[in-house]
T-cell receptor, first 113, second 108 residues
Framework: SQTIHQWPATLVQPVGSPLSLECTVEGTSNPNLYWYRQAAGRGLQLLFYSVGIGQISSEVPQNLSASRPQDRQFILSSKKLLLSDSGFYLC????????????FGQGTRLTVV | DAKTTQPPSMDCAEGRAANLPCNHSTISGNEYVYWYRQIHSQGPQYIIHGLKNNETNEMASLIITEDRKSSTLILPHATLRDTAVYYCIVNSGYALNFGKGTSLLVTP
């Protein structure tokens, strides 16, 4: 069966520090991968998605970047965190096509102080 | 991607049916309608999806209008644990845009 791993669960980082969140998927090949952010009391904002290794689409210009160095690995990064980067970050994967559901990781709650 | 419109909030009495509407007037012929829900501080959970026909599973029923421009998610007997934010999404096969969803409050 497919599983998705996302870590860490919580993170407190100072302003200006770098960020690296990792997401890995097991049990599937060539998934579509997604990074979302949810600010407190807000909806899910799609940040990046990837349909293959090295292929990244950015939905919202911001202080973050994403990379997909391997088929089942998706990394969210920042060189210098801002206070506004605080939020709940979720990784998700979905199979190819429109008749397939998305599966979400447990999320990382990031607090920038 | 087709956009969706949902009411921001709804209430439902425990044991009653909860009917959550969604408008997706710009949906394309090959795009599926998906419903997810998110309980506080957790990742979204898949509920149900459909293309043209009505669908039912152990969690809910999905009613899609004949012109496919709107749909309704039905929770037949809502429980307190169904209190969550419900998202209606049109799946183009690439970007999944969740929007703001409907916050459903099930009351005793």
């Amino acid at each position: 069966s497919q599983t998705i791993h996302q870590w860490p669960a919580t993170l407190v980082q100072p302003v200006g520090s770098p960020l690296s969140l990792e997401c890995t998927v097991e049990g599937t090949s060539n998934p579509n991968l997604y990074w979302y952010r949810q600010a407190a009391g807000r909806g899910l904002q799609l940040l990046f998605y990837s349909v293959g290794i090295g292929q990244i689409s950015s939905e919202v210009p911001q202080n973050l970047s994403a990379s997909r160095p391997q088929d089942r690995q998706f990394i969210l990064s920042s060189k210098k965190l801002l206070l506004s980067d605080s939020g709940f970050y979720l990784c998700a994967w979905m199979g190819y096509g429109q008749n397939t559901e998305a599966f979400f990781g447990q999320g990382t709650r990031l607090t920038v102080v | 991607d087709a956009k969706t419109t949902q009411p921001p909030s709804m209430d439902c009495a425990e044991g009653r049916a909860a009917n959550l509407p969604c408008n997706h007037s710009t949906i394309s012929g090959n795009e599926y309608v998906y419903w997810y829900r998110q309980i506080h501080s957790q990742g979204p959970q898949y509920i149900i999806h459909g293309l043209k026909n009505n669908e039912t599973n152990e969690m809910a029923s999905l009613i899609i209008t004949e012109d496919r421009k709107s749909s309704t998610l039905i929770l037949p007997h809502a429980t307190l644990r169904d209190t969550a934010v419900y998202y209606c999404i049109v799946n183009s096969g690439y970007a999944l845009n969740f929007g703001k969803g409907t916050s459903l409050l099930v009351t005793p």
